[in-house]
């Protein structure tokens, strides 16, 4: 009797692990995400950006970057966390539901067309599963205002006044600023300080070319250009005046960052990258350039650069690897839950029948005395 009770309990045991097994599965379903805004607006207008995100499961902690040109358009208000170009936003939710929404505030700057890219989603459950959404884009036009257009004109004369005066504009500016691997998100303009380059696992290391807009500055690179683990940072910082000279201020200084993030390991290959991270984490290199040096340092920090399909592709098959192995494992898991089911059921009818039929000779045999 006791060894019955015993695997009567260790069914159950088991029946609750695989229920929580499929929790799992059903929590990894991919995400879907998407960005309201309006159409258009014109320079000095407020608007917003909704955020949407909504999930198979419920929805416990929301994290992703909101990246967008910030020439263009300027964050004043929200719960993400702003670097000028790249929005983060993390947020966790009151009530685990299925759908989570954000609202953020930018307000226009300059006339153009802005593109808004929502990369780098992931959704928890409640149980602490993260995975991964879908990532999402949205183009609004900023127009120009009529009033700026007559203030320009009266500006022209002021200009003309100050032709005889020698040209500096773009102190403290790149003209261009390239990398050996991946893409810049957003694309490369003068005037965004911040960005961010995703690079496939198999990429080691990453090199960083950029030109002065400003023949006569100062420019030099910081940074590993051995990529750890999860990636590296890289700075680009132009002045116009001698870094090696801390006494004197400069008047024109930028500073370019360049976050690269790499792709995660596979997992036959995260025990053999360990040592890899560990020196990779060790290694630094800053590289010192001066106006005259500016061609051949760019020269000497340029390599090959070759496409990052290879690792966007091993991305795509690697989740529809693992979407074919979901629907596949659903069916048999279910299997498995009935046959449990119904194997504990008989076990608890087979106990109770016994049972009854022991109070039944145990009634027999008194009345027979």
């Not at 416990?60 to 966390?81: I, K, P």
């Amino acid at each position: 009797m006791r060894y019955i009770k015993r695997t009567a309990a260790c069914l159950l045991v088991l029946l609750t692990l695989m229920l929580a097994q499929v929790s799992v599965i059903c929590v990894s379903a991919e995400a879907q995400t998407t960005i309201q805004l309006p159409g258009a607006v014109t320079e000095g207008e407020s608007f917003e950006v909704t955020l949407s995100f909504t999930a198979d499961a419920p929805i416990a902690m929301v994290e992703a970057d909101l990246v967008y040109d910030s020439s263009l358009v300027a964050f004043t208000g929200g719960s993400g966390t702003d670097t000028g170009g790249a929005t983060h936003i993390k947020e966790f939710t009151e009530e685990a539901a299925t759908q989570h929404s954000t609202v953020l505030t930018f307000t226009a700057k300059a006339a153009g067309e802005v593109t808004f890219t929502l990369s780098n989603c992931t959704l928890s459950s409640p149980e602490g599963t993260p995975d991964g959404a879908s990532p999402a884009s949205a183009v609004i036009t900023v127009n120009a205002d009529a009033s700026t257009d007559e203030s320009s004109e009266a500006d022209q004369s002021d200009e003309s006044s100050q032709a005889d005066k020698p040209d500096e504009s773009g102190r403290g500016l790149l003209k261009s600023l390239a990398v050996s691997e991946g893409e810049l998100i957003p694309e490369f303009s003068p005037y965004i300080y911040d960005y961010v380059v995703k690079v496939g696992y198999e990429v080691e290391s990453i090199e960083t070319d950029a030109e002065l807009m400003y023949e006569h500055d100062y420019i030099w690179f910081e940074g590993s250009k051995k990529l750890s683990e999860t990636g590296t940072k890289r700075t680009v910082t132009v002045q116009d005046t001698d870094p090696q000279n801390p006494d004197i201020t400069p008047s024109y200084k930028n500073v370019y960052t360049i976050l690269v993030e790499r792709a995660p390991a596979p997992d036959s290959e995260v025990e053999s990258s360990a040592a890899e991270e560990v020196s990779s984490a060790q290694e630094a290199v800053v590289t010192q350039v001066t106006p005259a040096q500016t061609d051949s340092s760019s020269q000497a920090d340029t390599l090959s650069r070759t496409s990052s399909q290879k690792s966007s592709k091993s991305d795509a098959s690697r989740q529809s690897g693992m979407s074919e192995l979901r629907q596949k494992l659903m069916p048999w898991l279910f299997v498995i839950l009935a046959i449990l089911l119904i194997a504990l059921c008989i076990i608890v009818i087979w106990i109770k029948n016994k049972s009854l039929r022991k109070r039944k000779k145990i009634k027999t045999t008194h009345g027979k005395k």
